[in-house]
């Protein structure tokens, strides 16, 4: 940093210098000394420009360098006194008309400086008002945006919650699975997480899903229910949050440092295992999403004893080649089942039958495969129509579909049809870019609080569908 003495020294050599140049110069030219003969002399001028730049002290010190080298002698043909005497008589009158003219521009050289340094003073005050305005102005704008984005967050997450939840319900369990440790990293900024499923043979827990694994991580599958703090949880049906290892040291002891938040996934009977948050952000720590993600768990139950008993059924049994459907005999096991559990439990499901009339002539014009590509299709769409909440089946006829619909009545299955037509009717469908006009009908039963067979169940669902073919 340049102090105020350093300023002064080197404004003062570059006066010293300024001069000098002059005199070297006036060398050359000894019968004009110190450039008097001149109309305008160099060193005058010269303080004339200091005085209006510098100020009037560093004028009049400019103005005694340029005396002091005009005074020198270079003419040799004059004495030293009668040469002092010559030139002193030819600078005097500009002498005088210089001193006043530096002594008005030191003035207004003054009057700027002062001027500018109010100013200065002035714009540095404003400047550190601003700041601080502009540092007051961040630091509620956060406040602010903080306040929204929980704002929009809740609101955000219920609907994402929602839609999550949804996804969820598949017959694949595998798919299951993957929504729900999507959903607890999107929720939870997890780094790292895992689902694990016990297994009733081997009486340990096996991992099942993951995300933000390594290939270290990857070695570490397999854990024991009675030495991990995922089994912990497992045994006692109990969440599991890294601060209770400050309470109780036979967690301490199991503690592999790769459990933060741990929750048991409980199905409607029994707890089926546990998902374990290994690494997230420590911001993101808190009973907020301990909360969320408790609640997202607890949904999340549904979802993967629907898939869990979906496949546990097919999984030794034939599906169709073409359409990877259970067959009807795995329908009708499925359905009994559930009319017992209907029974326990008072739940509501519905069933319903699609048949296409003219699979045959389909079948003649574009090949089974292609018409079993369609149907595919269809039933996608179905499923999504839904919400993912169904499940389909191969009925007794190849061109015969069978769904089940939990959760919902006569009403609600008879809606569900009409929006089902109106869709089916309405969609592009096409088979090698040709449009195929799909026919449907469709033949629905309800299991309500009155006991019924499955029989009687399906044979409801079969006359509504021979009534619509008179």
């Not at 034939?318 to 359409?323: A, D, F, G, R």
Request: some cysteine; charged content about 20%; hydrophobic content about 45%.
């Amino acid at each position: 940093m340049i102090t105020e003495r350093m300023k002064v020294f080197r404004q003062t050599t570059e006066l010293l210098f300024i001069s000098l140049v002059f005199f070297l110069i006036n060398l050359l030219f000894p019968e004009d000394p110190g450039f008097l003969k001149t109309s305008i002399n160099p060193y005058l001028i010269a303080v004339i420009l200091v005085s209006a730049y510098y100020g009037r002290i560093y004028g009049y010190l400019s103005l005694f360098f340029s005396l002091v080298f005009i005074l020198i002698p270079i003419n040799t043909q004059l004495s030293i006194s009668g040469y002092i005497v010559y030139v002193w008589n030819l600078i005097t009158t500009r002498l005088v008309i210089v001193i006043i003219v530096v002594y008005f521009l030191g003035m207004i050289h003054s009057s700027f400086a002062s001027q500018i340094k109010t100013q200065r003073i002035y714009m540095k005050k404003v400047s550190l008002e601003k700041y601080k305005l502009q540092k007051e102005l961040g630091s509620i704008s956060a406040a602010n945006r903080e306040l929204e984005e929980r704002v929009l967050r809740q609101q955000d997450s219920v609907t994402a919650l929602y839609t999550q939840v949804k996804a969820m319900h598949s017959q694949n369990l595998s798919k299951t699975l993957s929504v729900l440790i999507s959903t607890v990293q999107k929720f939870s900024w997890a780094e790292k997480a895992s689902i694990w499923e016990y297994e009733r043979d081997s009486k340990q827990l096996v991992m099942v899903a993951n995300v933000g694994w390594d290939t270290d991580d990857a070695l570490n599958t397999i854990e024991s229910v009675d030495s991990t703090i995922n089994g912990w949880v497992f045994r006692n049906d109990t969440i599991f949050s890294v601060r209770m290892l400050l309470e109780y040291e036979n967690l301490s002891a199991m503690d592999t440092k790769r459990n933060i938040l741990t929750f048991p996934i409980k199905l409607s009977s029994s707890v089926w295992g546990v998902l374990n948050i290994e690494s997230m952000p420590f911001s993101k720590y808190n009973l907020y999403t301990e909360k969320l993600l408790a609640i997202l768990i607890d949904l999340a139950g549904t979802a993967i004893e629907r898939a869990s008993e979906y496949e546990a059924m097919i999984e030794y049994n034939e599906v169709n080649p073409q359409t990877n459907l259970p067959s009807v005999s795995q329908f009708f096991s499925f359905i009994e089942n559930e009319i017992i559990k209907s029974a326990d439990n008072k739940n509501i499901f519905s069933v319903i039958i699609i048949e296409l009339p003219d699979f045959n002539d389909l079948v003649n014009e574009h090949g089974e495969k292609q018409v079993y590509r369609i149907i595919l299709l269809m039933l996608d769409k179905l499923h999504s129509l839904s919400g993912n909440m169904i499940d389909f089946f191969h009925y007794k006829e190849k061109n015969q579909i069978a769904i089940y619909y939990p959760d919902i009545d006569y009403d609600g299955a008879s809606l569900f049809c009409l929006e089902s037509l109106g869709f089916i009717n309405t969609y592009n469908w096409t088979i090698n870019d040709n449009k195929v006009l799909l026919d449907v009908i469709l033949g629905y039963s309800s299991m309500g609080s009155d006991f019924i067979s499955a029989d009687d169940l399906l044979s409801m669902a079969e006359n509504l569908l021979e009534m619509q073919k008179v």
